[in-house]
Each structure stands twice: as structure tokens, then as C-alpha cells.
């Protein structure tokens, strides 16, 4: 199975930082059909995990423009661009491209 | 407005069963392959099963290969885990989502195994 590995797994950040998350795949994601399957979620606390970016670096819908990814193989970021109060929470990555799904272990960020 | 609603959860013992299910409205069910994932208590997200959009298709992880069945019922909108031979270890809160993107989840149920 694929291994993600997220780094670092704890993030302290004060408000309006810009912070970054890496992932990396123990292989390449890129798909025989062209397409990365790598996207990031967010769980804030007591609640589901959401869709912040899908395909590497496309941003879900109503997902605020501060969220960006980045990345191809087996290297992705996830940059927060001026951390806000409701970004709070864990991240995690996540790959479709090589069955089966495979989640990160998750990065919690918190406020300094 | 998609919504994924999750019931079933609850205590159970050691080596019993438990059914869940999963109710999905505000998008065409039949078209999307759906998956379960869970959550152990303060602990990372693990994916458990996933189905095709038929259901002909079905995958699990080894840890609950032949325990679990994932199945669905596009008539009703609905997807189900029978949870077999439960172990403590399966305690956790158990998500449906739509497995495209993993784009839209459930609000989770939570399931006990204990004695």
C-alpha cells in the first residue's frame, strides 16, 4: 500500500502566519491516465473532514483562496496563506491514485 | 445540497454484529462509488470499504477482509457495513463518503466494542 507521510505532524502557528504542509508518497501518484489523485482535507475539531483541494492543487468549491497545493510525484504542499482562526485543526492528505486509498497520518495546527 | 446521514452506531460486545447505514440525498447516488472510512478515538482517518456504483465491485483492507460487507441499495439511496466478528480495535466513529474526492462525508456514528 501507499505510505503518506506528513510533516510535521504538529503546526503552531499565530493568526495571519502562512504556514506549509508537506506529504510525500512512498511512490509516484501520478496516474497512467494522466491525473495526480492527491487531495486535502481539514477536520476542524468535533466535526467531519472536509475537501479543501482536490487533483494536487484545485480548490473545492467555496474553500477560501488563502488554501493553495502544490506539487507532482511523490512531493506535495499545502500552503496556507495567512492563517485565520477557523483553520484550525488537522490536515490530512490523501491519495486515489494506487488502490486502496490511503490516508496521511495528519498535521494538527494550533495557535502559538 | 448533498447530505450523507449515517445511523447504527452503538455499544457492542466482542465477536457480535453490527449493521450501519448510510442515507444520501442531494445527488444521483447510483453514479458514484461510495466508501466507508473511521476514525479511532484520537487517532487518525483509515479507510474500511469501498463500493462500485453497481456494488459489483467491492474492496476492504486486510484488517476487516472478511469481516466487513459493504453494500448498497441504489434504489433507496442507501449504503450499508455489516460489521461482523467485531473486535475492540473497531471502536471508532464511522464515516460514509462519497469516494469521488472524498468530497462530501457524513457527520460519522460512533461504534463501541466492549464488554
Known amino acids: 500500500d501507499v505510505v503518506l507521510t506528513q510533516t510535521p505532524p504538529t503546526l503552531s502557528a499565530t493568526i495571519g502566519q502562512s504556514v506549509s504542509i508537506s506529504c510525500r508518497s512512498s511512490?509516484?501518484?501520478?496516474?497512467?491516465?494522466?491525473?495526480?489523485?492527491l487531495h486535502w482535507l481539514l477536520q476542524r475539531p468535533g466535526q467531519s473532514p472536509q475537501l479543501l483541494i482536490y487533483?494536487?492543487?484545485r480548490l473545492e468549491s467555496g474553500v477560501p483562496n488563502r488554501f493553495s497545493g502544490s506539487g507532482s510525484g511523490t512531493d506535495f504542499t499545502l500552503k496556507i496563506s495567512g492563517v485565520e482562526a477557523e483553520d484550525l485543526g488537522v490536515y490530512y492528505c490523501?491519495?486515489?491514485?494506487?488502490?486502496?486509498?490511503?490516508f496521511g497520518a495528519g498535521t494538527k495546527l494550533e495557535l502559538k | 445540497e448533498v447530505q450523507l446521514v449515517e445511523s447504527g452506531g452503538g455499544l457492542v460486545q466482542p465477536g457480535r454484529s453490527l449493521k450501519l447505514s448510510c442515507a444520501a440525498s442531494?445527488?444521483?447516488?447510483?453514479?458514484?462509488?461510495m466508501a466507508w472510512v473511521r476514525q479511532a478515538p484520537k487517532k487518525g482517518l483509515e479507510w474500511v470499504a469501498t463500493?462500485?456504483?453497481?456494488?459489483?465491485?467491492?474492496y476492504y483492507p486486510d484488517s476487516v477482509k472478511g469481516r466487513f460487507t459493504i453494500s448498497r441499495d441504489n434504489a433507496k439511496s442507501s449504503l450499508y457495513l455489516q460489521m461482523n466478528s467485531l473486535k475492540s480495535e473497531d471502536t471508532a466513529t464511522y464515516y460514509c463518503?462519497?469516494?469521488?474526492?472524498?468530497?462530501?462525508w457524513g457527520q460519522g456514528t460512533l461504534v463501541t466494542v466492549s464488554s
Open positions: 511512490q509516484s501518484l501520478l496516474h497512467s491516465n494522466g491525473n495526480t489523485y
Open positions: 463518503a462519497r469516494h469521488e474526492r472524498f468530497a462530501y
Open positions: 463500493i462500485s456504483t453497481s456494488g459489483s465491485r467491492t
Open positions: 490523501v491519495q486515489g491514485t494506487h488502490a486502496p486509498d490511503t
Open positions: 442531494g445527488f444521483t447516488f447510483s453514479n458514484y462509488y
Open positions: 487533483l494536487v492543487s
